[in-house]
């Protein structure tokens, strides 16, 4: 029997094992089905002694839970909680735990099939027994066996939860059942946000509808496709359905929203959102735009020192005005109704809130505009005119608001 001491040797002989030019098909083929195996055995051992930390307490000594004890030795957040889960269910799945002890499955795939077993217990309208819960497992695991991914284990576990779910008079099957809807979300390391959200099929499809609609590629200023990825798209979308919302209902009203931005008064560049943390002064420039910000100015104990004024927002009368003649977004074409209200002059330069310095915006144009070198001017023609960043145009060619670009090239003068 080997013991804990020999992982050491057996991972430096791991170490001293190499691969060269020499190496044949073959042979890379029979290593690489030994390193899953190896791959598999350690994912499992991992997880019996996850659970193994975990009943000692060795996280709690520390102050700490064994997810971030885990966290801490190096896992990823997503990896140390799929070993508690997997370690977890060693008890109750000993079918699944034998086979993850040979090293014939995947640390993923028992991930998948602990959380399809517990999927199916919660649509069963009884409490599942041992021998269900064999059959359950064996379905699953013949599932992987037959080459599915954890994805469509997954599936087929929710396939099991609706027959179990459609046994019961009126039963819904999980797709329809808005009982279990979940969003979750959290600020990453590089201060962005992770949304995960599982939703039924009526939320499902008013989102997906909704999104469908407003991410619809639109050309760039000169004609060309739209640059935008269809990830970038659908969050672009998101960003005008928070914005539409914000509004309800209401295009030329200004956005209910409240964003609370704190600006230290000795060091405006460490402005930071309440949720989000930290902001560049780009983007303190751009939100001091259209949404309704709450700025507060503090001091170095962050003492507020002075709110904002209200006059940074444009009012609905300007709004108006603002539709009628640009009608759209003045860069892409967005309807006016998506669109932002942006300040020419910004305003954190003692822009005006006025017709003469705003313009209508889409978020994602409002953020070329803000971020990427593109630059509005008025007109003597009293419109507004686009002057694309040098990497999209060397000559920077002024370029006519998207309602107007029917203008020939002899408009151009009328350009500031």
């Not at 890379?28 to 930390?53: C, K, P, W």
């Not at 064996?138 to 599915?148: E, H, K, N, V, Y």
């Not at 609609?213 to 798209?233: H, N």
């Not at 943390?277 to 780009?282: N, P, V, Y």
Request: with cysteine; hydrophobic share 40%.
């Amino acid at each position: 029997m080997r013991t804990a001491g020999d992982l050491i040797g057996i991972a430096d002989s791991l170490r001293e094992c190499h691969f060269d030019d020499s190496t044949t098909g073959r042979e890379a083929y029979e290593a690489m089905r030994s390193v899953v195996t190896l791959r598999n055995l350690i994912d499992h051992r991992a997880a019996v002694l996850a659970g193994m930390l975990d009943r000692l307490g060795i996280a709690k000594d520390h102050g700490r839970s064994t997810r971030e004890l885990l966290i801490v030795m190096g896992f990823a957040p997503a990896v140390a909680a799929r070993l508690l889960r997997a370690s977890s269910s060693m008890a109750s799945l000993p079918t699944l735990c034998a086979h993850a002890r040979d090293g014939a499955i995947s640390g993923e795939h028992v991930d998948a099939i602990v959380k399809g077993v517990n999927h199916i217990a919660t649509r069963s309208p009884e409490p599942v027994d041992d021998e269900a819960r064999h059959r359950q497992v064996t379905d699953l695991l013949g599932q992987f066996f037959s080459g599915a991914t954890p994805a469509e284990v997954t599936a087929r576990a929710r396939v099991i939860g609706n027959e179990l779910a459609a046994q019961v008079d009126g039963g819904l099957p999980a797709a329809e059942d808005r009982s279990i809807n979940t969003l979750d979300h959290q600020v990453t390391d590089d201060g962005r946000l992770h949304v995960l959200a599982e939703l039924d099929a009526e939320v499902g499809e008013k989102l997906s509808s909704a999104i469908e609609e407003l991410s619809a590629p639109r050309p760039e200023p000169d004609g060309s496709p739209d640059s935008r990825t269809p990830g970038r798209r659908r969050a672009d979308a998101l960003e005008t359905l928070l914005d539409i919302a914000a509004r309800g209902g209401e295009n030329t009203s200004a956005p209910r929203t409240q964003v609370l931005l704190t600006v230290p008064a000795d060091a405006p560049t460490r402005a930071s959102l309440q949720f989000m943390g930290s902001i560049t002064e780009a983007t303190l420039r751009r939100l001091s735009c259209d949404a309704t910000v709450t700025t507060v100015l503090v001091d170095g104990e962050r003492v507020p020192l002075d709110m904002s004024r209200d006059k940074r927002l444009f009012p609905a009368h300007i709004r108006k005005a603002l539709y009628v003649r640009d009608r759209c977004c003045v860069k892409c074409g967005a309807p006016a109704s998506r669109t932002q209200a942006h300040h020419i002059k910004h305003w954190a330069d003692d822009g005006e809130t006025c017709l003469a310095n705003g313009c209508l915006l889409c978020p994602s144009c409002h953020a070329d505009v803000h971020h990427n070198g593109w630059d509005v001017v008025i007109g003597t023609d009293s419109h507004p005119w686009l002057i694309p960043p040098a990497t999209v145009d060397p000559r920077r060619r002024p370029l006519p608001a998207y309602n107007r670009r029917t203008m020939t090239v002899g408009d151009l003068p009328l350009a500031a």
